[in-house]
């Protein structure tokens, strides 16, 4: 079981969509007249609040070269859950034919998904309280307590997922105290938790068309004669293993006492 190499990019995708829902924030600067004087697109960047706290102690003034830019957004990944409450039947399947001429014959199956709950931390970092403001009021609107996004989940079998974006909590601090060179840091802290399903390896087989059972009236040691055989083909005999069709059922007797070989396709007499 174990050793069977696949990887679906499903946790950097869930990532991914959560970054880009906060790639585009924008807020703006007035005047005394409301005139607006400054506007500026928020960046955004994953990584822990300690990073920026670190940076603004090293260079308070920060009158290097380099220096952190306020306002701005960053978010780090928490935990990894199961979430039992989202348990689906593990016995059951994807299907999906492949979709080129030369494996149209080959049928794609994957087992159900693990769900797994994933805590990712928000933070928005502002120099002054009127930019802090303006970030988290443009994104809390949006969670009543939940954003559901429409992720491309499981691309190699055709799998559209919704997933849920809980906002769990708002926490808020103002580290104004310090002397004079200190500098000011405003940080809203919002914890979401992302509700997701992993999802295991694909299995690529040959579409079975024919299925055929030979009755016999007693048991092998009895070296019994066949008396009928039942089979199922599909109808029209060229369809896929998606199309919608039916089934033609044939029913044979026989009193010949031969058997059905597998491996030359035909029937044998016994001995």
Do not use: C
Not at 197 to 226: C, E, H, M, N, W
């Amino acid at each position: 079981m174990l050793g069977q190499q696949f990887y679906h990019e499903t946790v950097r995708n869930i990532i991914v969509a959560f970054g880009t829902m906060f790639n585009n924030l924008q807020i703006v600067r007035k005047d005394n007249s409301g005139t607006i004087t400054q506007a500026m697109k928020v960046p955004l960047a994953y990584g822990p609040k300690q990073k920026w706290l670190t940076r603004l102690d090293a260079d308070p003034s920060l009158a290097n070269a380099v220096a952190i830019t306020l306002p701005r957004l960053g978010f780090e990944i928490g935990s990894l859950t199961y979430d039992s409450t989202r348990k689906l039947n593990r016995v059951q399947k994807f299907k999906k034919v492949k979709s080129s001429s030369s494996d149209a014959n080959k049928l794609d199956t994957q087992f159900m998904p693990v769900p797994y709950n994933m805590d990712i931390t928000l933070y928005a970092m502002a120099k002054n309280s009127d930019d802090a403001l303006q970030m988290v009021e443009q994104i809390l609107p949006y969670f009543q307590p939940d954003y559901t996004l429409t992720l491309n989940d499981m691309a190699d079998m055709g799998i559209k997922r919704d997933v849920p974006i809980i906002l769990n909590s708002v926490a808020y601090e103002d580290n104004y105290q310090g002397d004079f060179e200190s500098r000011r840091a405003i940080i809203y802290t919002l914890a979401f938790t992302l509700k997701f399903y992993l999802y295991g390896p694909v299995t690529s087989s040959s579409v079975i068309k024919t299925v055929q059972v030979d009755q016999y009236t007693d048991l092998p040691a009895v070296t019994p004669t066949r008396e009928q055989r039942y089979s199922v083909a599909p109808t029209p005999a060229g369809a896929d293993a998606d199309d919608d069709f039916g089934f033609n059922e044939t029913s044979s007797f026989f009193q010949d006492a031969k058997n059905y070989d597998s491996t030359s396709g035909t029937d044998v007499k016994k001995g």
